[in-house]
């Protein structure tokens, strides 16, 4: 079964069952807090080496001590990225190659929610900047680091709203009809074509490198009381947030995602409940848009001509 053919359950999964990591480095995107500090916290538990990828470095180097409290001795480093800002992903790439001769797990995991409209430095809409192009510059820079990784991963965090979303080509930038929530489900729509048209590519390629997606279904993270203003910030920050499970367990289907022996490349892994709301982590659906190669080629081009980031290999047929 494929990840778009449906579900297929799972014997449950947890963090115990993360296979060892020592000597595995691991760049997680937005480690300061939420899914991306749960995740940077139990590669470390596991013995990875794990370097937090924050746009605050004085909350980064909170979260270490918060990691370190609980495992004296982790193996962590806090460095600079803005996803926003392409300027900021180059630099942050630049240092990673000077420093790190390979590098095993990118989990491509932050991102913002439903700000009132603004833009990016380079001047795009700040949604799809930070969670769609921010994300492909990092992934296509950093490629050469993975392909010389140990079972190398790049775990590219969607959401269950991806399914609600389509990508309108002619208003990226929401300059016609900008709506909070309506371009950050295309934020995540953009995640998954990417994720799913990496694969084809690295398939296509012959490249050791796998990609696959996860989504936390409902979990309680500073997204959603930072970004959403008004009746937004009011429904996902209080009215639901009794009904979301906690950081840990949304974090599972990106840590089975990156560290599970018998996850496949093209996977989308997500909770085992309900709606995909909650639960243990198991293959889910990704929606036919996200599967559409037309528009993974289309996704593709416009991203590098934005970005100005080409991978190294050549294009899926």
Known sequence: MTAQDGKQKMPRWTAEQIPDQTG??????GANSGLGLATARALARRGGHVILAVRDEEKGRRAVADISAGRPGASLEVRRLDLADLDSVRAFSDALHTDHARLDTLVNNAGVMAPPRSASPQGHELQFACNHLGHFALTGLVLDLLAGGRDPRVVTVTSVNHRKARLRFDDLNGERDYGPMGF???????????GHELHRRLTASGSPVRSLLAH?????????T?????????LFGRVLRPLAQRPGAGALPQ????????????DLIGPDGPGELRGG??????APAAVDAATGRRLWEVSEQLTQVRFPFAAAE
Not at 184 to 194: E, G, H, I, P, T
Not at 226 to 234: A, C, D, E, R
Not at 255 to 266: Q, S, V
Not at 281 to 286: E, F, G, M, N, Q
């Open 24 to 29: 595995r480095v691991s760049v997680v995107t």
């Open 184 to 194: 950050y489900d295309r934020s995540k729509l953009a995640n998954a074509v990417f």
């Open 216 to 224: 936390p279904g409902y979990t309680a993270t500073n997204l959603q």
């Open 226 to 234: 930072s970004g959403p203003t008004g009746l937004v910030k009011l």
């Open 255 to 266: 840590l089975y995602a990156a560290t599970a022996p018998d996850a496949r490349g093209g």
């Open 281 to 286: 982590p198991t293959r889910v659906a990704l």
